[in-house]
Nanobody
Framework: QVQLAESGGGSVQPGGSLRLSCAASEITSSTYCMAWFRQVPGKEREGVAR???????YYADSVKGRFTISQDNAKKDLYLQMNSLRPEDTAMYYC?????????????????WGQGTQVTVSS
């Protein structure tokens, strides 16, 4: 059973940086799409970044050029480096995994989720 656990959230001023981590257990192959999502109360969960098993990446337009998704060499733990943070980046951030050789567009196809870590950007 895949288990995901996020860490690294916190409060930061606009323009600051945070690095989120996702410890992934029981991921024993390279055929998982890993992703970061975020959600604010009253809104739908939003895809932030994805990384394919092949290493390809995708970013939402709102974070392109500021956020970087990466994995460790064993392709288990997942990271999200967030720079030039803005107040609108404030949200609960979730790590998710999909078993397959591609990354689905639909959020509902991601079967495995962490518990989330809160990011607050405020002066």
């Amino acid at each position: 059973q895949v288990q995901l656990a996020e860490s690294g959230g916190g409060s930061v001023q606009p323009g600051g940086s945070l690095r989120l981590s996702c410890a992934a257990s029981e991921i024993t192959s390279s055929t998982y799409c890993m992703a970061w999502f975020r959600q604010v109360p009253g809104k739908e969960r939003e895809g932030v970044a994805r990384i394919w098993p092949s290493g390809g990446t995708y970013y939402a337009d709102s974070v392109k050029g500021r956020f970087t998704i990466s994995q460790d060499n064993a392709k288990k733990d997942l990271y999200l480096q967030m720079n030039s943070l803005r107040p609108e980046d404030t949200a609960m951030y979730y790590c998710a995994a999909f078993s397959g050789s591609y990354c689905p567009d639909q959020t509902r196809k991601f079967a495995y989720w962490g518990q989330g870590t809160q990011v607050t950007v405020s002066s």
